[in-house]
């Protein structure tokens, strides 16, 4: 069966980085895109940063753009979200999603704290 986890979350100060990992099994890694989500307590999840299944297209929310970078290595079947310049508000719960024939799967999520 489809399964992602994420590690690599944690507690920082502001200004400080982080790298999370996403290990995904049961498909085929390379032919799909993957994203990170992110959840701030009391809010709505939202979309962080998408890559394709190659890796030559990435998008990112604009409030990461300049500061996170999302790759991925195909051989390793991860996706990494790199996360640079962290700021208070990018604390949260970080989750890794894909589709898959027809169906939604989401990680079970990493906390990340940022302390100001």
């Known amino acids: 069966q489809v399964q992602l986890v994420e590690s690599g979350g944690g507690l920082v100060q502001a200004g400080g980085s982080l790298r999370l990992s996403c290990a995904a099994s049961?498909?085929?890694?390379?032919?799909?895109?993957m994203s990170w989500y992110r959840q701030a307590p009391g809010k709505k999840r939202e979309l962080v940063a998408i890559?394709?299944?190659?890796?030559?297209?990435?998008n990112y929310a604009d409030s990461v753009k300049g500061r996170f970078t999302i790759s991925r290595d195909n051989a390793k079947n991860t996706v990494y979200l790199q996360m640079n310049s962290l700021k208070p508000e990018d604390t949260g719960v970080y989750y890794c999603?894909?589709?898959?024939?027809?169906?939604?799967?989401w990680g079970q999520g990493t906390q990340v704290t940022v302390s100001s």
């Open positions: 999603k894909t589709q898959w024939a027809l169906m939604v799967y």
């Open positions: 890559i394709t299944s190659s890796g030559g297209t990435r």
């Open positions: 049961g498909f085929t890694f390379s032919s799909n895109a």
